[in-house]
């Protein structure tokens, strides 16, 4: 099935059935909209020709997430991830993607009201899907970055470990100071001074055969694909991950630097504020773990297909 018009999907998880996209709709007054009282998940679907199959990556695992998110925020679903799991399922073969896609869950306050608070307020869920291809531009060649001015929302303030949809106003000011500024990303510290993450993506660096990223408490987001490196790089890489506060000049004497997320995939930083990372290119350990992962999840590394679930089902499996 082809993709909706203007880039939309053609149908979407909405009030608790499968419907035209067009008809997924809200109010004005929805206090999601009005207060950001939502959070939301993004899963990436691949497209596998040889297979003609498409696979999502670790659904279970960001649903997983986005429940506690949502429990955060005071949002009661009643679904546990296999049931969200087997919705996007359905979703994905109504829409009858065979290309890389998107899936963004979505759970928000939706009565319509006006009035800041998160209890005594009515919870709903929406999920769509759409071809989706790089999320930065230049990705391939190195992305030039710079530092924002703007802090990483604090988890005393909003839960940074949640995709809470409020918070993003905080990536929305990162990411477009950044781009006005020439950059094509920017890398974010705490209230302590500490390098976070970017407008929305994890963060390493390689220093001396050793990979470093922010821990946990440092106000990153959790993120399933920083999880994923961490394992490949300790496990298939044999290279030693240190989790640890990481200074901002650090960057500046790193050997490499790069992002990984959903969104992001793996992306190389090849300059930061015009100084060239190394010699300017993606360095080896980025490079292994960048085809590595893109290998992963396109199911074409058979230890780690548990890592993936397929959408059709094949004529010999129903038979």
Not at 166 to 183: D, F, R
Not at 277 to 282: E, I, Q, S
Request: charged letters at 25%; glycine letters at 8%.
């Amino acid at each position: 099935m082809a993709q909706g018009t203007q880039g939309k999907p053609n149908y979407a998880f909405f009030e608790g059935k499968i419907v035209p996209f067009e008809d997924a709709k809200i109010s004005v007054m929805t206090h999601a909209l009005n207060y950001g009282t939502g959070v939301f998940g993004g899963l990436r679907g691949y497209w596998n020709a040889d297979e003609e199959q498409l696979f999502v990556f670790r659904p279970h695992d960001h649903f997983e997430r986005f429940l506690q998110s949502a429990n955060m925020m005071r949002i009661d679903l009643a679904y546990q991830p296999a049931d969200l799991v087997q919705i996007l399922l359905d979703l994905l073969r109504t829409e009858g993607l065979r290309e890389n896609c998107y899936v963004r869950p979505l759970a928000y306050k939706s009565t319509e009201m006006i009035g800041v608070k998160l209890h005594d307020v009515d919870d709903a869920l929406t999920i769509f899907a759409l071809p989706f291809g790089s999320y930065v531009n230049n990705k391939e060649d190195g992305l030039h970055v710079g530092f924002s001015s703007w802090r990483r929302v604090d988890d005393n303030a909003i839960p940074a470990r949640g995709k809470v949809t409020g918070a993003y106003a905080n990536s929305a000011l990162i990411k477009t100071e950044a781009h006005l500024a020439g950059y094509d990303e920017a890398l974010v510290l705490n209230s302590s001074g500490h390098l976070s993450e970017t407008s929305a993506s994890n963060i390493f660096l390689v220093r001396k055969g050793v990979v470093y990223t922010p821990p946990v408490y440092a106000d990153v987001l959790e993120g399933i694909t920083r999880r994923t490196v961490i394992h490949l790089l300790r496990e298939d890489m044999g290279i030693e991950v240190v989790e640890r506060d990481i200074d901002r000049t650090e960057l500046y004497v790193a050997d490499e630097v790069f992002l990984c997320g959903t969104g992001v995939q793996i992306a190389a930083i090849t300059r930061i504020e015009h100084r060239p990372v190394a010699n300017g290119v993606m360095g080896p350990i980025t490079q292994r773990i960048h085809d590595l992962y893109h290998s992963l999840v396109r199911g074409q590394l058979e230890k780690y297909r548990e890592w993936l679930t397929p959408v059709y089902v094949k004529q010999t499996e129903q038979a």
